[in-house]
């Protein structure tokens, strides 16, 4: 196992107890998982430090500006940065809706750049075309408020498809690659255990 994959997996497994620890003695179960942006952008920094000689690292520096709108378009996140800080700007810059494009933009033009490189590897057109109608999907339900909800489990099975993808179909992936299909596995962890809460 990858010590980025261990990182990854440990972090994780950090919630669960945590969140079965609560369970156990309030009968709730209980994990801060409203931080894991927070989480995302340091993993993001450092898997790009312990890596940026390795070929294609530019896709993980690409990611961290990624992972920084994540946690910008994130109300809670803005919130408390907000209140902690007293950064009152920060949150008037992150609703409006330049940003709104900005965040579209650098945040799924990533991904479909990312859908682009993996399909490099792995030439399977169908699995690029079901990649790339799945970000179209998500944008799309960003616009519809009855169907917002259902934008984060797409995201979630976009990405479960990227690293079924990379890791089946692929055999000489770059290390690069496969670091950040082990970012894109964590992202699912922490939502699902988001959905269950």
């Known amino acids: ?8 997996v440990s972090i994780f497994l950090v919630f669960l107890i945590f969140g079965l620890v609560s369970l156990s003695t309030s ?6 998982i409203f931080l894991k942006h927070f989480v995302y952008l340091p993993l993001a920094i450092l898997f790009y430090g312990m890596n940026f000689k390795q070929n294609q690292s530019w896709l993980l520096l690409m990611y961290i500006p990624v992972v920084l709108l ?15 800080y007293h950064v009152n700007w ?3 810059i992150t609703t409006t809706q330049v940003f709104s494009v900005i965040f579209i933009v650098g945040y799924f033009g990533f991904f479909i750049l990312i859908a682009y490189l993996f399909f490099l590897a792995y ?8 990649s790339l109608v799945l970000i179209l999907a998500v944008i799309t339900c960003l616009f519809i408020p009855d169907f917002l909800i259902a934008s984060g489990p797409i995201f979630l099975l976009f990405l479960a498809i990227q690293i079924f993808a990379l890791n089946k179909y692929s055999s000489n992936e770059s290390i690069a690659k496969k670091i950040l299909t082990y ?3 964590f992202i699912i962890l922490m939502q699902s255990m988001e959905y269950f809460l």
Do not use: C, N
Request: proline content about 2%; hydrophobic content about 55%.
């Open 1 to 8: 196992m990858d010590k980025e994959l261990k990182i990854v």
């Open 70 to 84: 994540g946690l910008l378009i994130d109300d809670f996140s803005v919130g408390l940065l907000v209140e902690k």
């Open 27 to 32: 009968r709730i179960f209980a994990t801060p």
């Open 183 to 185: 970012q894109f596995l």
């Open 90 to 92: 920060l949150y008037e």
């Open 123 to 130: 030439r399977k057109l169908a699995i690029l075309i079901a």
